[in-house]
């Protein structure tokens, strides 16, 4: 299967009501000039952003763009031969301006964080005349990585919107964002999808998984179809039962070592293991809640609710790691270390 980028594809998995909210606003003349799309990673934030800015620079087509291709169930839908389909899938669109954190040419490598350059170009870019005639739409993918000079300059555009103008922040931890900045958007949360169109989305996405590998996809992903697909394509299944099994009988020292090795080897080994082994940690403390019994001998060796505590530092430890560039293998070593007995 070729994997389409959010600005590429036609498909959305889910989230209907928020295409009719959004679809909504156009039609009663009340839309709002700032949306803020929130929700778990892998849920479709951005795939609804480029969605949207599609079918709006089409002129809000009514029940899609000709009469064959209509779709009762989506609202914004827009045929992929659609002119403008193609030109925002190529980023060619002369209406549509696209922010995420860029490539860093000094250190040659991409950066964790949206700069202010990345959003001076918004300022400009609204206030020139649309091309078209009709709306100018500005994606900002990864809103919450905004530093904070880049958050300020956001800001500016924020309180003196330009007509005609729209702008559509994605975001999945919406509290890093300045209140000032949240207070100005209007919020549309997409939720996980349930679990059978879950299996339904990844009978069709990954049909060559055998059944039951796709259900333990779906409970990893917890309802985030692009989540899923990640964790398939970066051996998330077996991840996840070393995430496990480390939590059902910590590594020693000089085992902790040879992990670091193996999970750092690749670019996204790391991140998939830390989110995986804190995503483990948290069903596993769920669990002995809900059992009261108690009968993991792990978890006993801390009250329940320290184990919260371990779960927020595994949380800083990657964040911190990935947002400086800091030694993933030595990140990897001190994870597991929170692991041992208080």
């Known amino acids: 299967m070729t994997e389409e980028t959010p600005r590429q594809t036609s498909r959305l998995y889910g989230h209907e009501a928020a295409e009719a909210t959004l679809a909504?606003?156009?039609?009663?003349?009340?839309?709002?000039?700032?949306?803020?799309?929130?929700?778990?990673?892998?849920?479709?934030?951005?795939?609804?952003?480029?969605?949207?800015?599609?079918?709006?620079?089409?002129?809000?087509?009514?029940?899609?763009?000709?009469?064959?291709?209509?779709?009762a169930d989506s609202p914004l839908w827009l045929s992929p031969?659609?002119?403008?389909?193609?030109?925002v899938a190529a980023d060619t669109h002369a209406d549509l301006l696209s922010i995420e954190a860029g490539w860093d040419e000094r250190r040659k490598r991409q950066r964790t964080e949206i700069v202010v350059d990345d959003v001076r170009e918004i300022a400009s870019f609204l206030h020139l005349t649309p091309a078209e005639g009709g709306w100018r739409v500005v994606i900002v993918d990864g809103a919450d990585t905004l530093n904070r000079h880049a958050a300020n300059a956001l800001l500016k555009v924020l309180e003196e919107p330009p007509p005609r103008a729209i702008l559509l922040l994605s975001c999945s931890s919406p509290g890093r964002l300045l209140p000032?900045?949240?207070?100005?958007?209007?919020?549309?949360?997409?939720?996980?999808?349930?679990?059978?169109?879950?299996?339904?989305v990844l009978a069709t996405l990954l049909p060559d998984l055998a059944a039951a590998e796709?259900?333990?996809?779906?409970?990893?992903?917890?309802?985030?179809?692009?989540?899923?697909?990640?964790?398939?394509?970066?051996?998330?299944?077996?991840?996840?039962?070393?995430?496990?099994?480390?939590?059902?009988?910590?590594?020693?020292?000089?085992?902790?070592?040879d992990l670091a090795d193996m999970l750092t080897k690749g670019?996204?080994?790391?991140?998939?293991?830390?989110?995986?082994?804190?995503?483990?940690?948290?069903?596993?403390?769920?669990?002995?809640?809900?059992?009261?019994?108690?009968?993991?001998?792990?978890?006993?060796?801390?009250p329940l609710d320290a184990w919260s505590d371990v779960w927020h530092a595994l949380g800083r430890l990657q964040d911190e790691t990935e947002r400086f560039h800091l030694d993933k293998r030595q990140a990897i070593f001190a994870g597991l270390s929170l692991l041992d007995p208080s």
């Open 24 to 71: 909504s606003s156009v039609r009663s003349g009340r839309l709002h000039h700032a949306w803020l799309l929130t929700g778990p990673a892998g849920i479709g934030k951005a795939t609804l952003a480029y969605r949207f800015a599609r079918w709006l620079l089409a002129g809000a087509p009514e029940g899609g763009s000709s009469q064959h291709e209509k779709k």
């Open 81 to 87: 031969e659609h002119p403008v389909f193609r030109r």
């Open 180 to 200: 000032t900045i949240r207070s100005r958007c209007r919020m549309l949360r997409l939720q996980a999808l349930e679990a059978a169109p879950m299996q339904d």
């Open 214 to 257: 796709r259900d333990l996809l779906a409970g990893l992903a917890e309802g985030a179809p692009g989540r899923a697909l990640q964790l398939a394509k970066e051996d998330g299944l077996a991840l996840s039962r070393l995430a496990e099994d480390i939590l059902r009988a910590p590594p020693s020292a000089s085992h902790r070592y």
């Open 267 to 302: 670019d996204t080994a790391f991140s998939t293991f830390m989110l995986l082994l804190r995503a483990t940690l948290a069903r596993m403390v769920r669990q002995a809640a809900r059992s009261g019994s108690g009968s993991d001998e792990f978890l006993c060796l801390r």
